[in-house]
């Protein structure tokens, strides 16, 4: 009998590592996800067919469809405050007059894609019902699959705690985060076949999740809220750094929702958190009201460069680095130096996080590359080169971003070039 038990769970756990394998590979979240998420615009009152089909239509008309912008997201309150006689959600029929399906058609006809949100506890961060973790798991879903929804953001409101009842936000968690992401992480794979969606893990980077995020979801909150000031984008992105080599093509680090257009962070801090999401490869997700977006922060979320390091095939996140004679990483400050690989170069992330002045470093001190003659660009002010290092003068909290590009190189050149980028840009 002990060796019959023994077998047992060794079977147990083959097939959990056996489903867990199958959520790896799914086809979905490849690369980073792009969209646009409802909290940060108007909180409760956004999550409504209006804007989300407003929001499909700002996708087009300011030309964020072509670059890659596809998810339309809806966050917290988009239900009534209770299920029905059956046990499923109710779309508040004063915000989805014709229920979430037309809706969801409607977006999929403009070529676009349609998220939810719910979340793992008793309740949603608002209050609204939650799948309480196993329980409602199946049922949720297939409501999902029912109104071909592509997206599904699964928070950790109100979930098992010691104390009791659970508060909103537990800090004495009763268990592993893990237990009551698997359920949904299930449902989600039963419909694949016919809908597939991305999971969208938001458990504030409890429990370490971002080293078994991939055998739950796609991508995973690695971090507490953005509340959309220079503390936040510093908080959350001076942490990306240490994590990066667990985002990969099928899941990514979220850094959490861009908070660009806040009136807490300036022009230069909205470059830097721009710059800096995408090149640690997290998705880009806009938390803005398209209808008030500034000319300025519209050029930065349109910048095809960056977007395209985000995108980059390869799906590497770029982390620190410290050249010689430089000081290392500061905990909870924006290191100056950052380096990824791309399926056709690197990129180089060049940070003024702490005090303005001049950058440059040696293409020979840049991780993937060695001492010889490069192409570059800077995507932020179109500035070409060649050359054997770079140089810039950046304002206090702004940012560079270069592709290198490796192929042609001559690698054994003795130059040293030079960029000087004007210090008033």
């Not at 058609?105 to 793992?120: N, P, S, T, V």
């Not at 694949?192 to 055998?215: M, P, S, Y």
Request: charged share 20%; net charge negative.
């Amino acid at each position: 009998m002990p060796n019959m038990n023994a077998a047992l769970k060794a079977l147990f756990f083959a097939l959990v590592q056996l489903r867990a394998a199958e959520a790896l590979d799914n086809g979905i979240g490849r690369k980073p996800h792009m969209g646009w998420s409802s909290w940060n615009v108007a909180q409760c009152d956004s999550a409504s067919a209006t804007y989300a089909i407003d929001t499909a239509n700002k996708f087009i008309s300011l030309g964020l469809k072509d670059l890659g912008y596809e998810y339309v997201n809806i966050d917290d309150c988009w239900t009534t405050r209770s299920r029905d006689g059956s046990g499923k959600l109710v779309p508040d029929p004063s915000k989805w007059p014709d229920g979430i399906k037309p809706v969801v058609d409607q977006i999929h006809e403009m070529g676009l894609k349609f998220g939810l949100y719910g979340c793992a506890g008793q309740q949603t961060c608002a209050g609204f019902p939650g799948s309480d973790g196993a329980v409602h798991a199946a049922s949720d879903v297939s409501q999902l699959a029912g109104w071909g929804v592509d997206f599904w953001k699964y928070d950790n409101c109100f979930t098992p705690c010691l104390d009791n009842p659970p508060p909103q936000t537990c800090g004495r968690p009763a268990g592993n985060t893990k237990t009551w992401y698997a359920p949904m992480r299930d449902a989600i794979l039963d419909v694949q076949e016919t809908n597939k969606i991305h999971f969208n893990l938001c458990n504030w980077g409890r429990d370490e999740v971002w080293t078994w995020g991939a055998e739950y979801g796609h991508s995973w909150r690695m971090s507490t809220d953005n509340w959309g000031d220079w503390a936040s984008v510093e908080r959350i992105g001076s942490s990306a750094a240490a994590i990066s080599d667990y985002s990969g093509p099928g899941g990514f680090n979220d850094l959490d929702m861009l908070y660009l257009g806040s009136s807490k962070i300036n022009a230069d801090q909205e470059r830097l958190h721009f710059g800096l999401w995408a090149i640690a490869k997290s998705p880009l997700v806009l938390g803005l009201d398209l209808n008030k977006i500034s000319d300025w922060t519209l050029d930065i979320i349109k910048n095809k460069g960056i977007i395209d390091i985000n995108q980059d095939s390869l799906g590497k996140a770029a982390t620190t680095f410290t050249p010689p004679g430089s000081q290392g990483p500061v905990n909870g400050k924006i290191h100056p130096y950052w380096a990824g690989p791309l399926s056709d170069g690197v990129v180089i992330g060049l940070c003024a996080g702490t005090s303005g002045g001049k950058y440059g470093v040696s293409f020979k001190d840049v991780p993937g590359l060695v001492d010889g003659e490069y192409s570059w660009e800077e995507m932020y002010t179109g500035e070409t080169g060649t050359g054997s290092s770079i140089e810039f003068d950046i304002k206090l909290h702004d940012m560079r971003v270069i592709k290198v590009t490796t192929a042609g190189a001559k690698v054994r050149g003795k130059g040293r070039g030079k960029a000087r980028i004007d210090p008033s840009l």
